[in-house]
């Protein structure tokens, strides 16, 4: 028996929209800045080496940038800080990781 035309014709349409799906996904994926992506925001690269001079991004805290620059004394290093929970977009802060372990 031969397999019906609405068959046919169902698995191809399937076909071509998983196969567009794929290409709007690499799309996507291409144009991504890693740097600036959501994702390394939400869940920053630890131990990534930050410049000196930091400038806290929008949802950033001052846990996450310890935890990102690799900076446990960013409270103590920054005067202009009175309160850690006081950090807001645009704020300057002086970053100076920790020496890595050997």
Known sequence: MAPSTATV???DAARWYCII???????VASVTDDDNSVFNKIYPVVGQTCDE???????ETLHTISDKCGDPFIVEENPHIHDPDDVFPGL???????SPRN
């Not at 001079?53 to 949802?59: A, E, K, L």
């Open 53 to 59: 001079i930091y400038v806290v991004g929008d949802g």
């Open 9 to 11: 014709s169902y698995a």
């Open 92 to 98: 300057v802060i002086k970053i100076t990781p920790s």
């Open 21 to 27: 799906f794929v290409v709007l996904f690499v799309l």
